[in-house]
């Protein structure tokens, strides 16, 4: 059954290995330029977390992430990729009862436990193993970029850790749920793809909500560095005791070359409050976010199953 299982969804597998294949390409030829520069450029010294980096750290540091900024832009639309494999790797399963030729299976001395329990298990080992991958790759690719800004940030969040692999699992199971009811395939990739997108979008509104975050004010000329490798959800300026001060106050610290200088933000009281999640929040808020997402993924798969077995049987 192994066997016609593959030759059924062979079309949609070709298209998720060249998917994934196009995906590996990008990441390891950019990949390789990122840790090229970062290691000319000898940034190593500027990745320690504790200690605030000298003026030279800044300037290099600066310009990095300037040079690459395009390429970590591109987070947003490499978290489509687990939605797209998702859909991908269920659409077979959807068209098979679409069509109706499940019920020549069920002739063939398979029972339909037996046929949907191979069909899922087969798709949900898939989905880990193509999510799995993307984490591999995603992480590697970024790991210069990390090393100096942290992967708790929204762009980097998404493709690290282990939610791309709930992420997958969800997209494959959405669309299994809907295509089990409705038995069209059209309907069910574009409503499993689409409740992707809104729970993910969802999900990324709400990420800051999850665990409290926390407030910090840093005097200057520290500034962010007392908080590097967090997520800084807002930032404003406030006075030592965290309460908003006037607009005159740190207008008046801007220098001829346009920039707030430290010493007359001093001067006047100015420091600078941080709304923000810190890194080692990373796993728990990963936890969190996959659990959803695997809950979803869970009593879509179930839905699946109750239908097929007292509908569709």
Not at 100 to 106: D, E, S
Not at 134 to 143: C, P, S, Y
Request: proline content about 6%.
């Amino acid at each position: 059954m192994t066997w016609v299982v593959w030759r059924q969804g062979r079309s949609e597998a070709i298209l998720v290995v060249g998917l994934l294949g196009a995906l590996g390409l990008l990441l390891i030829l950019t990949g390789a330029h990122m840790r090229s520069v970062f290691g000319a450029s000898h940034l190593s010294p500027c990745t320690n977390d504790a200690a605030s980096p000298p003026a030279v750290c800044g300037l290099l540091v600066g310009s990095f992430r300037q040079r690459f900024d395009g390429l970590n832009q591109l987070g947003p639309w490499l978290g489509l990729i687990p939605g797209l494999v998702g859909v991908l790797m269920a659409a077979p399963f959807v068209l098979e009862l679409d069509q109706g030729t499940y019920r020549l299976a069920l002739t063939q001395s398979v029972t339909p436990r037996r046929w949907i329990n191979t069909r899922i298990g087969l798709l949900l080992l898939g989905a880990v193993l193509c999510g799995g991958l993307m984490i591999a790759l995603a992480t590697w690719w970024r790991h210069p970029l990390d090393s100096l800004g942290g992967r708790i940030g929204p762009n980097e969040f998404d493709l690290e850790g282990f939610v791309p692999i709930a992420y997958t699992l969800f997209a494959a199971a959405a669309v299994l749920a809907v295509g089990t009811v409705s038995r069209r395939t059209g309907l069910a990739v574009a409503s499993g793809f689409g409740a992707y997108l809104v729970a993910r979008l969802l999900l990324r509104s709400l990420r800051q909500h999850l665990i409290p975050p926390l407030h910090a004010l840093i005097a200057p000329p520290k500034g962010p560095y007392g908080i590097r490798h967090a997520w800084v959800i807002s930032e404003s300026f406030t006075d030592p005791h965290g309460h908003p001060v006037p607009n005159g106050a740190v207008g008046r610290c801007f220098g001829s070359s346009g920039d707030l200088e430290p010493g007359c933000l001093a001067r006047h009281h100015v420091v600078s409050s941080f709304v923000y999640e810190p890194a080692s929040r990373f796993w728990s808020l990963q936890a969190i976010e996959a659990g959803i997402f695997l809950s979803l993924a869970a009593m879509s798969i179930g839905l699946a199953i109750w239908w097929f077995k007292h509908r569709l049987t």
